[in-house]
T-cell receptor, first 114, second 115 residues
Framework: DGGITQSPKYLFRKEGQNVTLSCEQN?????MYWYRQDPGQGLRLIYY???????QKGDIAEGYSVSREKKESFPLTVTSAQKNPTAFYLC?????????????FGSGTRLTVV | KQEVTQIPAALSVPEGENLVLNCSFT??????LQWFRQDPGKGLTSLLL?????REQTSGRLNASLDKSSGRSTLYIAASQPGDSATYLC??????????????FGKGTLLTVNP
């Protein structure tokens, strides 16, 4: 079955540590996105990528970095510069910008600072 | 800047009731609107997608309507069941300039259907 796989499901980060969240899709979608979800808030866009080797900052990119070396993969690194990283992170994909199709989401990674 | 509001924030109903969830958005220049369901600790599951040129979409017991000019959408759930208990999220995709990549989300409506 086609879909988006996020791993790990739970991740713990120590102070000052960088961690990387994995997102892989086999939907042949061009565009991929990372969102952050906090209790009582809507989802907020961190980064997005429309094609391989290209990505753009979203609304809350500070303290995060991404890469898009393959169409299927869009990993997110939470750096030590992100002061409040504890949240639920969701990866999504869509066929492409401007396409009349919806988004597909992964099952999420819950990151906790310990 | 697009803002999406969902009312009510929480709703509790007895099993079997028909119910309506509301979503409003401030910028009518949208490409489409999508309703999602989220179970606790899980990702988002797409329920219905309405293009800006459409008025409604139906899937089983779910019906979503869109009034683009007034910036409103409703999600109608018929004959609610305990398994419908979840958070329902509304999201709009922009259609102006560089914003047509982006989904803007409401904060959701937490639905509880009691047996």
């Amino acid at each position: 079955d086609g879909g988006i796989t996020q791993s790990p499901k739970y991740l713990f980060r120590k102070e000052g540590q960088n961690v990387t969240l994995s997102c892989e899709q086999n939907l042949n979608h061009d565009a991929m996105y990372w969102y952050r979800q906090d209790p009582g808030q809507g989802l907020r866009l961190i980064y997005y990528s429309q094609i391989v080797n290209d990505f753009q900052k979203g609304d809350i990119a500070e303290g995060y970095s991404v890469s898009r070396e393959k169409k299927e993969s869009f990993p997110l690194t939470v750096t030590s510069a992100q002061k409040n990283p504890t949240a639920f992170y969701l990866c999504a994909s869509s066929i492409g910008q401007g396409a009349a199709y919806g988004y597909t989401f992964g099952s999420g990674t819950r990151l906790t600072v310990v | 800047k697009q803002e999406v509001t969902q009312i009510p924030a929480a709703l509790s109903v007895p099993e079997g009731e028909n119910l309506v969830l509301n979503c409003s958005f401030t910028d009518s220049a949208i490409y489409n609107l999508q309703w999602f369901r989220q179970d606790p600790g899980k990702g988002l599951t797409s329920l219905l997608l309405i293009q800006s040129s459409q008025r409604e979409q139906t899937s089983g017991r779910l019906n979503a309507s869109l009034d683009k000019s007034s910036g409103r959408s409703t999600l109608y759930i018929a004959a609610s069941q305990p398994g419908d208990s979840a958070t329902y999220l509304c999201a709009v995709r922009g259609d102006s300039g560089g914003s047509n990549y982006k989904l803007t989300f409401g904060k959701g409506t937490l639905l509880t259907v009691n047996p």
